[in-house]
């Protein structure tokens, strides 16, 4: 018996090996492609020639080898991957700009960044920047935020707490301990579990990649819970652990604070999944320099010279099938008309939501591997936003490259349930939970850009029924009782955030306006207004769903890419791309990625050295 256990072990070995260390197809990181830097482009009219190109026919790559629908991060950083090994790519938007959640906007002479407030795990070293600076050419600029780099504010104004986030594996510990003495050892431990639970992420990447068959049996035999404590973990509610480690409320609330980058309140919330969130941020935080659009800008380039394109205001409105049920391209819609554009594969950068119920044809849509899928996943909570444009420079605001979380009070569950499930008028009084940043003090080209101006991005949750009844109207022009709910919310907010700022005041707001979950649907595509795809709550990340949310897709030549496929985020979203890619091109990108950073440091040091 132990020696039938010893050869299925060994066996199990060898197949898990064979999938992790895949290299059979070509490797989009094989070359060095860094250039040398060259001068930042700042003319909008430059800019718009490479992000705004418009759909036409005439436009259309010939003997293409696949199109992607949507041009977020998880489908351009597709086609930059599939570009790189010489594969000719389309990439569609629906909007009238490319980036998804990257792109930016210009209102009253304010650009706003819509998604992009800050990204970690940015260290020239690391797999994660080595890969970034690949797929720009070099090109795309880090700026770090200060540290720390989240304030975390928990009460009314007459009793507010103030607890600095700061980076660094030692440094943020240490600080937790100033705040909270005699906390060690529940902080200690909170460190153990967040660290464990991230480094066992690269069982979800497996259970994606290995064949349907492996993945089912690491699944089903529990071994997936015993192979990755971030399985083992990931049942466990935020609340129910960090209520294990400590009695103190405002610790707990520290603890959790950041649930707000994804979306679910604790009591919702895997711990396994917030835990990629605080390990994420451990060395630091960074923001694009020159804005959101630089991510885009130099990405469509690299696409474009390997013959493809990346085109706005291409409304796909289905994927085409033959009678084989074989994904064969994509209708557009330009104006009334009907455009068919052909490829051997099809990539659904649209979420598994609008891919599956608005892309496939009934009967695909009826097939119980598709349904069970769908029945896996809900959608994710509707965001609400706020642009604030401000006369003054960042000095003169007390701005700085940082963010805020703000909170009522350090209760989170009672807070943003009672907030989601109350009446809209009375929630839009009372808004629990609140992001703010500064964009345009967390990029150094700004005051050249700007000079004597500021941006706030205001970042929220808010219930997509709230807004429902004027899902249907004009997006510019949804009606008055529309406008009158966006404007409690708006000047409710703004109350909070004059209290925290007290140097801005409402005659410095040049331009304010907010987004709600059905501007989300109009400009991202999001169909509950989520601004962070498919709900990322304990369901999500049970094994079985993880092994049966694939890039594959049960449709042949039609893939998932992006933040439905892995995590939500830019560096999620990402994921799912290298994830994907590493499906079509037959090896693991991911293992290539962190070769590449290796390969990087070693270059680097010797260069040092020198």
């Known amino acids: ?49 490479v992000l705004k190109q418009g759909f036409v026919e005439s436009k259309v790559p010939d003997n293409l080898d696949a199109i992607i629908i949507g041009s977020g991060i998880g489908g351009l950083g597709l086609a930059v991957l599939l570009a790189k090994v010489g594969k000719k790519v389309l990439v569609l938007e629906q909007h009238d700009r490319a980036g998804g959640c990257c792109h930016t906007f210009t209102e009253k002479g304010f650009e706003f960044d819509v998604g992009i407030h800050y990204i970690g795990d940015l260290l020239e070293h690391k797999p994660f920047r080595c890969m970034l600076d690949q797929m720009t050419n070099g090109q795309l600029q880090w700026e770090p935020l200060e540290n720390p780099f989240d304030q975390v504010l928990l009460g009314p104004p007459d ?60 699944v089903y035999t529990g071994l997936a819970k015993r192979l990755s404590f971030f399985f083992k973990i990931a049942s466990r509610s ?70 493809g394109a990346v085109l706005v205001r291409a409304p796909v409105n289905r994927i085409l099938f033959n009678d084989a049920k074989e994904a064969y391209g994509v209708s557009v819609m330009k104006g009334q008309e009907e455009i068919h554009i052909r490829a051997p594969m099809v990539i659904s950068n649209a979420g598994i939501f609008n891919t599956y119920q608005k892309l496939l044809p ?28 401000l006369d003054g420079t960042k000095e003169e605001l007390g701005l700085k490259a940082d963010n805020y979380w703000i909170f009522t009070e350090n209760n989170f ?53 709230w807004f429902e009844e004027w899902k249907d109207g004009k997006v510019t022009n949804r009606g008055p009782d529309y406008k009158e709910l966006k404007q409690i919310f708006i000047d409710s907010i703004l109350e909070v955030v004059m209290d925290a700022f007290p140097k801005i005041t409402r005659d410095k707001i040049e331009y304010i306006d907010a987004g ?54 830019f560096a999620g979203a990402l994921a799912g791309a290298l994830t994907c890619g590493s499906v079509i091109l037959s090896r693991n990108l991911h293992m290539d990625a962190i070769a590449l950073a290796k390969k990087t440091k070693l270059v680097n040091d010797k260069l040092k050295g020198e």
């Open 1 to 49: 018996m132990w020696i039938s256990v010893a050869i299925i072990c060994v066996a199990l070995v060898i197949f898990i090996c064979k999938y992790v260390f895949s290299t059979s197809g070509p490797n989009p990181f094989e070359t060095d492609t860094r250039e040398p830097l060259k001068k930042m482009v700042h003319d909008k009219k430059e800019k718009k020639k």
């Open 413 to 465: 569950d009672e807070l943003v349930e009672n907030y989601l499930n109350g009446k809209k008028e009375e929630s839009a009084k009372s808004v629990p939970l609140l992001f703010v940043a500064s964009p345009s003090a967390k990029d150094s080209t700004w005051e050249e850009r700007s000079p004597g101006k500021s941006t706030l991005s205001l970042v929220s949750f808010a219930n997509y029924k």
């Open 238 to 307: 935020l609340t129910e652990v960090v209520n294990e480690l400590t009695e103190n409320k405002d610790l707990r609330a520290v603890f959790a604070y950041i649930f707000g980058t994804y979306g679910n309140m604790p009591k919702d919330a895997s711990f396994a999944m917030h835990s990629l969130l605080v390990t994420h941020y451990l060395n630091g935080a960074w923001y694009p320099k020159g804005g959101a659009s630089e991510i885009a800008y130099h990405m469509i380039p690299i696409i474009e010279k390997a013959g």
């Open 362 to 389: 009934k009967e695909l849509q009826a097939m119980p591997a598709i349904q069970k899928q769908l029945s896996m996943m809900k959608n994710g909570e509707g965001g609400l936003s706020i642009f604030l444009g």
């Open 516 to 569: 709600t979950p059905i501007t989300n649907t109009h400009y991202i595509g999001a169909p509950k207004g989520e601004i962070y795809g498919a709900d990322h709550g304990i369901a999500r990340f049970s094994p079985e769903l993880n092994a049966t949310v694939r890039p594959q897709t049960p449709l042949k030549n039609l893939y998932l890419t992006g933040q439905d496929v892995f995590v939500c985020g």
């Open 159 to 218: 009793n507010r707490r103030q607890y600095p986030i700061y980076s660094g594996r030692t440094r943020f510990p240490e600080e937790l301990k100033k705040c909270f003495p005699g906390e060690e050892k529940a902080i200690d431990e909170y460190m153990r579990l967040v660290k464990k639970a991230g480094r066992g992420i690269w069982l979800l990447a497996l259970l994606k990649l290995c064949p349907v068959p492996l993945a089912k049996f690491l």
